[in-house]
């Protein structure tokens, strides 16, 4: 076993992915740190920049779960073993819509969960944001793709 405490993945600078804003900060989109990952807050926004729902806040989370889902299976983990969600809606009324989305996604899962209703997000497209953290069991292996 290696002496590396956490992995990154997929890592990127802020100047490439916000290239309308004056920013220069390394950031990654998930972080493996033992049997624990912690994904950065996903939106309706694919990995090759492209919104997915301009508008459609049901849209936007079934894009930001696309996201989670990939990332947590690239760092070894999935859905399944999601130990918390933090939902972040610009509108209170999108709360119903995201949720039912998220939750086709978690269905048995049984994460905690916490909501929160801001003025905004760093884009102003973007209706809401989720972030995850999640486990790897020992002696679990993840699935290979079929």
């Given at each position: 076993m290696s002496n590396v405490i956490h992995t990154r993945i997929r890592m990127?600078?802020?100047k490439e992915t916000y290239p309308n804003q004056s920013l220069?900060?390394?950031l990654c989109q998930a972080v493996r740190a033992g049997n624990t990952v912690y994904v950065r807050g996903q939106v309706g926004t694919d990995?090759?920049?492209n919104l997915v729902g301009l508008g459609d806040p049901r849209a936007?989370?079934?894009q930001a779960m696309k996201n989670v889902k990939q990332l947590l299976e690239e760092a070894g983990s999935d859905l399944s073993h999601i130990v918390k969600t933090t939902t972040y809606l610009i509108d209170p009324r999108y709360r119903e819509p995201v949720y039912q989305e998220v939750g086709k996604w978690l269905k048995g899962?049984?994460?905690i969960s916490t909501g929160i209703v801001v003025s905004a997000l760093a884009q102003p497209q973007w209706l809401m944001e989720i972030d995850i953290i999640a486990v790897?069991?020992?002696?679990?292996k993840a699935q290979e793709a079929l």
């Open positions: 990127f600078n802020t220069d900060n390394d990995f090759a920049g936007q989370a079934e899962v049984f994460p790897i069991p020992d002696g679990w």
